[in-house]
């Protein structure tokens, strides 16, 4: 199978060589096809004079499309190159590679359509959870899927995914620009696509600095749960 990871970077000078050379080490332990590639998102910093100094993989957003265009961006590239398996990747070094397997097994072996990499099941090899505030505000959106869709997920806004080859077609073609995570999450649910979370590890960000601030949190709840709640019956 061809695997491709997306890394959507918006100024991430500080970590993005080291999430490159990671995944550039983990590929001599594989057996199966691996590319990367990232999606500098009109980065102000000098993340794009990086990528290409050191020959990185990368596509350069003249504009900044926040999180969902870049991603969009990312599966776009998966679609029309024909990867069997798209996997979301953080840039900034939380996410880690040595779970990627574990993450695309349950979809390389037909058992699932799309994997959420997880730091709350039971089983996940994470000591990394986050913030008191924000399980609380992962919380409340687990419960609203929940409500919605009657199913259970625990890390409702983890950036590390995997998709088969339908759902890379569906998400180049819909995908949500500002809350894709929790969105996408209840959309393939109401879908009846499988769905399956699975425990990975992930690491405290060391170096940036997040871009979600009190204010952007507070209207990132409100806003969310409203698509949530709004979220139609067969999941469009």
Do not use: C, W
Request: charged share 25%.
């Amino acid at each position: 199978m061809k695997v491709l990871i997306i890394i959507p970077a918006y100024n991430e000078a500080a970590s993005i060589l080291q999430t490159a050379q990671s995944i550039e080490d983990y590929k001599k332990k594989i057996s199966f096809d691996l590319d990367y590639i990232v999606i500098n998102d009109g980065s102000k910093d000098n993340t794009r004079e990086l990528l290409i100094t050191h020959d990185i993989p990368s596509i350069h957003l003249i504009n900044n499309l926040g999180i969902g265009g870049a991603v969009q961006t990312g599966y776009l590239y998966a679609y029309y190159n024909n990867y069997d398996i798209a996997v979301q990747f953080d840039g900034d070094g939380q996410h880690d590679i040595e779970s990627l397997e574990h993450l695309i097994t349950p979809i390389m072996e037909s058992g699932a359509d799309f994997t959420i990499g997880s730091r709350f099941v039971e089983g996940s090899p994470s000591e990394f959870k986050t913030s008191v505030f924000r399980r609380m505000g992962i919380n409340l959106i687990s419960f609203f899927i929940k409500m919605r869709t009657g199913v259970t997920i625990l890390d409702v806004t983890s950036g590390y995914r995997a998709a088969n080859k339908q759902i890379i077609e569906y998400f180049a073609k819909n995908y949500p620009r500002k809350y894709p995570e929790p969105e996408t999450n209840a959309i393939l649910i109401k879908q009846n696509r499988r769905v399956k979370e699975i425990g990975v590890n992930m690491f405290e960000r060391t170096e940036g600095k997040s871009s979600i601030t009190p204010f952007k949190s507070v209207r990132y709840m409100v806003e969310v749960l409203t698509s949530i709640i709004l979220l139609s019956d067969k999941g469009d």
